[in-house]
């Protein structure tokens, strides 16, 4: 099972991105997909999940209102809308799959299964 994301790069504060997320591969089963971001010198941390079914989005708090989650369970794709984005946005953002049962426990890396590559968002002052 492969995690394919795109969609980093550069953008200056108040800028827009959007990154994709494409899962493939044998055994791949329909998953919970969303994201997770590590800056420098920081620890992973959890930013949105939503379920394949699209029964339910979950957004860190920190990007609530600023980011949308959308997972399209028949392309095997999740999207990260990033809208206004601040300079401490700035981090490789993971893409992630996994069983998430329930919605208190997506903060925590332990429902992922697979993680991508990770894409480098730079959000410049």
């Known amino acids: 099972v492969q995690l394919q994301a795109s969609g980093g790069g550069l953008v200056q504060a108040g800028g827009s991105l959007r990154l994709s997320c494409a899962a493939s591969?044998?055994?791949?089963?329909?998953?919970?997909m969303g994201w997770f971001r590590q800056a420098p010198g920081e620890e992973r941390e959890f930013v949105a999940a939503g379920r394949s079914s699209g029964s339910g989005t979950f957004v860190a708090d920190s990007v609530k209102g600023r980011f949308t989650i959308s997972v399209d369970g028949a392309k095997n794709t999740v999207y990260l809308q990033m809208n206004s984005l601040k300079p401490e946005d700035t981090a490789v953002y993971f893409c992630?799959?996994?069983?998430?049962?329930?919605?208190?426990?997506?903060?925590?890396?332990?429902?992922?299964?697979?993680w991508g590559q990770g894409t480098l968002v730079t959000v410049s002052s």
């Open positions: 591969g044998r055994g791949y089963m329909t998953y919970s």
């Open positions: 992630a799959a996994g069983v998430l049962y329930r919605g208190s426990e997506c903060a925590a890396p332990e429902w992922v299964t697979y």
